[in-house]
């Protein structure tokens, strides 16, 4: 009598671990990793700030990546040829958490003119048991004003 009772538990323990590790239960998994890993990459948004300064393309990209890396950002991506910088984002917060990263992107107008493009973006998620895919960027002007500012002081503009 004693040996069928314990067989039941164990029964109902080996049908719950089977079920759980099915390959649809690992897709499932896959799937969502894939949807955070998709919702972490930058986004171009409209907004931020757009400032024109008397110099050459090559001129004010370098002084304004040697700005960031001076400032202690972490660079996610930088192309000459783009014009583009990216920062790593800045996470904070505990279980709701806000992500902040800056997009940069240098135009040539001329040999003597370039255009700087500055946005920081924000985006939001919740992390409570696991980590949620990030929501949707938005730009905040107000910031990347600030920054636009300072890359305006380090070029000499």
Avoid at 128 to 157: M, N, Y
Wanted: aromatic share 6%; net charge positive.
């Amino acid at each position: 009598m004693m040996l069928q009772t314990f067989r039941i538990p164990a029964i109902l323990a080996a049908a719950v671990l089977g079920f759980a590790s099915t390959p649809a239960d690992a897709q499932f998994h896959e799937k969502r990793e894939a949807k955070i890993a998709e919702s972490e990459k930058p986004q171009n948004v409209k907004g931020g700030t757009t400032f024109q300064i008397a110099s050459s393309y090559e001129k004010a990209y370098d002084g304004t990546l040697n700005h960031f890396k001076r400032e202690g950002y972490v660079i996610d991506s930088a192309g000459k040829e783009t014009g583009q910088i990216v920062t790593a984002m800045d996470v904070k917060g505990g279980y709701t958490q806000t992500g902040t990263r800056v997009l940069v992107t240098c135009i040539k107008d001329s040999d003597t003119q370039t255009s700087i493009r500055v946005v920081v973006t924000i985006q939001k998620r919740k992390k409570l048991l696991q980590a949620e895919p990030w929501g949707d960027a938005r730009a905040d002007d107000a910031q990347s004003t600030k920054i636009a500012e300072q890359i305006r002081s380090v070029l000499g503009q």
